[in-house]
C-alpha cells in the first residue's frame, strides 16, 4: 500500500502547502491546533477541494488537479472518524453501524459485523440509541462505524481529543487492535505526543500548513522540530524497547532499550512485545557521580552527545545511554554548576512513573 | 336535539372540505420541500426574489391572490389554458380550483416549517454519511428526510389547518358553488347571509371546531412521535 498526498490551498490569510507519503499502518498527522492538520485530512477526505494538488493510493489517482480528475467523496471508499462521534441520532446503534456496509455492497460481509462487534467492545449496545451511550462508546461506534464501510483508508482526525483520559485510556487498545490486527493504512491526526508515540509507525509534523518534519515516529519525534509542534512541554525523546519482564510485586515492567532497562508503570503487554517510550526532557534529571538513596529506578549512565540553549536560559542536554539517546532539559545555572560539556560522561535519571508509554 | 342533525348540504361542505384540505396539503408537499431545501440551502441570484414571490399570499389580501389566480389559472389565463388543453385539468369554478387557491395560501406556510427545520440539520451528520459512501440522494433520503420530518409534520398539519379556514381567495377564484366549490367556510358565510341560518351556522362551526381540536392534536401526537426517534447525540 503507498499512499501520495499534495496539496496547496489557500484560506483567507492561511494557506497549505503541504506533501507526505505513506506505506500503510498508522501516519500521524501531528501538530499545534491551527497548523492544518484537520484541512489535510479533509482534503484527502475529498470534503475539501484544494486549490492543487494530488491524492493517489496505490497508483489510483483518486483526485489530481493538473489532470482535472476528482472522485466525490461517496466513491473514495476512505473512512473518517471525526473527533465527534457524529453518529446518526434517528438511528440505532446497529443500523448507525450497517449504514456504510449497506453502499460497500458486496466487500461487507455478515462475518465483518460480527468480528468488529466483538473487536470494539460494542456487542452489548447494538440495540440502544446513540444518545444513551458514553463519550467512549459513541467513539468506539463511529470507529466500527467506518470500519464496516470496508474502507480503503481510514482517516481519523483526533477521535480522542474530545475525551477524558479515562476514556482515551478505554479507546487506545482498540486503536492498537485495529493497527495490527485490521491491515487498513490509516492517517491520523493528534497534538498529543503520547498519542502519536503509541500509535503511529510514520509521523508527519506540521506547522503553518507546512511540512516541518516527516519519518520514522522515534526519529521524528525525538527531533527538535516535533518540539515546536508539541510545546515545550512534551519535549522529548522517544524510546523503541521490548518488554522483559513483569514485576507483579510492585506492580512494575522493565522494558529492554538498547542495551539498558528501563523500568515504567505495568503495561500488559507480553514478554518480548515491541512497545514505545515517550520520555519528557523535563523529567529528567542528570547527575556527575552516581546517586544514592534516590526513589528513581531509572539510573542510566551515559555521556553527553551535545548541548543546545533554549531561549528561556534552559539547556536541552542529549545524552547517549548505550543505544539510546536520552534529552534532559536543565538550567544553564545547573550546567555551570556541574561543568557539563561534550563527550562528558553522566548519569540520566529518570521516575519510573513519568514515562508513557 | 333535531338542531344538530346535519342536513345533506352540509355533509356535502364538510366532506368537500376535508377532501380540499388533504389534497392541498399533499400536492403541494412535494413542491414546499424543494423550495424550502432551495431556499435553506442554495445560493443563486434571487433568492430573495423568490423568497417574496413565495410569501406574497401570506401578505397580500386574499381576494388579491385570488383574482390573481383568476387571471392565472381561469379558462382563459395563460397557464389555466395551457392546462387545460393539454391536461384536461380545468380550476376554474371546480373543487380543483379550492384545492389550488388553498394550497398557494398555505404554501408558505409549509415552506417556512420545512425551511427552519432544514436550517438546523447538523451538515456534518451529512458529510460523516458521503464519507461512508452515500452519494447525495441517499444522503437526502436516509439522513436529512428523517431529521426534518417534524418540521414537514408540522408545517402539513399547518398547511391543512390553513386550507381548511381559507376563504376569501377561494370564494374570488373558484366561488360558492354548493356542491362543487362550497366549502365548509363558505357554507357557514352563506348561512349567516340568509334569514334563520343561524342554527346551520352554529352546526358547521362545531364541526370545524371538532375538525381543528383533532388535526392539532394528531400534528402534536406525530411531532412528539418524530422527536422520539430524533433525540440529538
Known sequence: MSLVVEAHHRLGGFSIDAAFTSNGGITALFGRSGSGKTSLINIIAGLMRPDGGRVVLDGDIIADSQRRIFTPVHRRRFGYVFQEARLFPHLSVSSNLAYGRWFAGRSGKAADMERVVEMLGIGHLLERNPSALSGGERQRVAIGRALLAAPRLLLMDEPLAALDDARKAEILPYLERLRDDAGIPIVYVSHSVSEVARLAQRVVVLEDGRVKASGAAAEVLSTPAAALATGRREAGVLLEGVVETHDATHDLTTVRVGERLIRVPKIEAPQGHALRLHIAARDVMLATVRPEGISALNVLEGTIVNLTAGEDGSVEVRVDCGGATIAARITTFSRDALQLSQGKPVHAIIKSVAIDH | ?233
Open chain 2, 1 to 233: 336535539m333535531d338542531w344538530l342533525e346535519l342536513s345533506d348540504a352540509e355533509w356535502t361542505a364538510i366532506r368537500l372540505s376535508l377532501r380540499v384540505a388533504t389534497v392541498a396539503m399533499v400536492c403541494s408537499l412535494p413542491f414546499a420541500l424543494g423550495v424550502a431545501m432551495l431556499l435553506a440551502r442554495g445560493r443563486f441570484w434571487g433568492k430573495t426574489v423568490l423568497n417574496g414571490i413565495i410569501h406574497m399570499p401570506l401578505i397580500l389580501p386574499p381576494v388579491v391572490t385570488g383574482f390573481l389566480l383568476l387571471l392565472l389559472f381561469g379558462r382563459r389565463g395563460p397557464i389555466g389554458a395551457f392546462l387545460a388543453d393539454n391536461f384536461g385539468l380545468v380550476f376554474s369554478f371546480r373543487w380543483t380550483g379550492a384545492a389550488l387557491a388553498s394550497a398557494v395560501m398555505a404554501f408558505p406556510l409549509m415552506v417556512r416549517s420545512i425551511r427552519l427545520s432544514i436550517e438546523v440539520v447538523d451538515r456534518k451528520l451529512e458529510d460523516a454519511a458521503t464519507t461512508l459512501g452515500a452519494g447525495p440522494i441517499w444522503v437526502f433520503f436516509t439522513i436529512t428526510l428523517p431529521l426534518i420530518l417534524p418540521g414537514i409534520i408540522a408545517g402539513m398539519i399547518l398547511a391543512f389547518a390553513k386550507a381548511m379556514g381559507e376563504f376569501g381567495a377561494t370564494i374570488t377564484f373558484v366561488s360558492n358553488i354548493p356542491g362543487e366549490t362550497q366549502t365548509l367556510s363558505s357554507a357557514i358565510y352563506t348561512f349567516t347571509q340568509v334569514p334563520g341560518g343561524d342554527a346551520g351556522a352554529m352546526r358547521l362551526t362545531i364541526i370545524s371546531i371538532v375538525i381543528s381540536m383533532a388535526a392539532l392534536m394528531l400534528s402534536e401526537f406525530l411531532a412528539s412521535l418524530a422527536a422520539k426517534r430524533t433525540v440529538a447525540a
